[in-house]
Structures are given as structure tokens and as C-alpha cells.
């Protein structure tokens, strides 16, 4: 049996309430959400990140979420949504296998972004060439 708990709910070993399937993605809600209709959307083949997803698949998993996405704000009456996609522990990733979260927003629902902090002086331009140059 497979140990990823995403690939079980995928091959129905555990349930979900699954909103959208296609060859290339399925799609579930959340059973935690942030607001009603957060939904998941994963890609069928396994990836445990979204860095490891190929390039070849990652399109039908981009096109799985527009057009969930498109359903979930219309369905819910959302007055917008968020794409979030944690990589690795650090980043709040709890299973490992990339899933993009689609979050309906409403205005005045609390969900909190993140605070920004500026760069210091000529901070922005020496991490700019520090990721650049993964870029060649």
C-alpha cells in the first residue's frame, strides 16, 4: 500500500470529497478549511514537491487548478481566492506531495497575508545575483 496519504485519497484508499478528476489532476476539499470550498488540487502522478513535479505534467496540473479555481469562486460566491503552494517543512508543507490550495476569500474574512519588510540598501540587488546565478 502507498505511503503517501495524498495518493491514497487519489486511489480512493482513504475518502474525500472530491470536486474534479481528470487524467492529469484530482481535486478535493480541504478537510481543515480556511474559509468554505478550500479545495486541493494534485497532480495524479506523485511528486512530493512542487519542485519534483516534471515539466511535462506540470501543465495539466496548472490547467486543473484555473479551471477548479474558476468553479470554486463561482460556487462559493467568492469575492476572490488564493493559490497557495507550501514547499518543504519550512514553508508549512505537512504532506509530501505538491497539492496547490485554492482558498475562496470574502471581503472581511480575517485570512491574514503575510507583513513585508523592506530591503536594506543594496540588500535587494545581492540577492537578486545570488538567484540569478541558478538561473544560467
Known amino acids: 500500500m502507498d505511503k503517501c496519504l495524498f495518493c491514497r485519497i487519489r486511489n480512493r484508499k482513504i475518502p474525500s470529497l472530491c470536486v474534479y478528476e481528470d487524467k492529469m489532476v484530482y481535486a ?3 478537510i481543515n478549511p ?6 486541493l488540487v ?3 502522478v506523485h511528486a512530493a514537491d512542487f519542485l519534483s513535479i516534471t515539466p511535462s505534467e ?4 496548472i490547467w486543473g487548478v ?4 474558476a468553479a470554486v469562486q463561482k460556487g462559493t460566491r467568492a ?3 488564493n493559490l497557495i503552494v507550501n514547499n518543504f517543512r519550512a514553508a508549512g508543507q505537512l ?3 505538491v497539492h496547490i490550495h485554492i482558498i475562496p ?3 472581511g474574512d480575517g485570512f491574514q497575508h503575510w507583513l513585508g519588510k523592506p530591503y536594506e540598501d543594496g540588500q535587494a540587488d545581492k540577492v537578486k545575483e545570488k538567484i540569478r546565478t541558478f538561473l544560467k
Open 28 to 30: 478535493f476539499l480541504d
Open 34 to 39: 480556511v474559509n468554505e470550498g478550500h479545495t
Open 42 to 44: 494534485i497532480p495524479k
Open 58 to 61: 506540470l501543465p495539466g496540473l
Open 66 to 69: 484555473q479551471k477548479v479555481a
Open 79 to 81: 469575492d476572490g481566492f
Open 95 to 97: 504532506v509530501d506531495h
Open 105 to 107: 476569500r470574502f471581503n
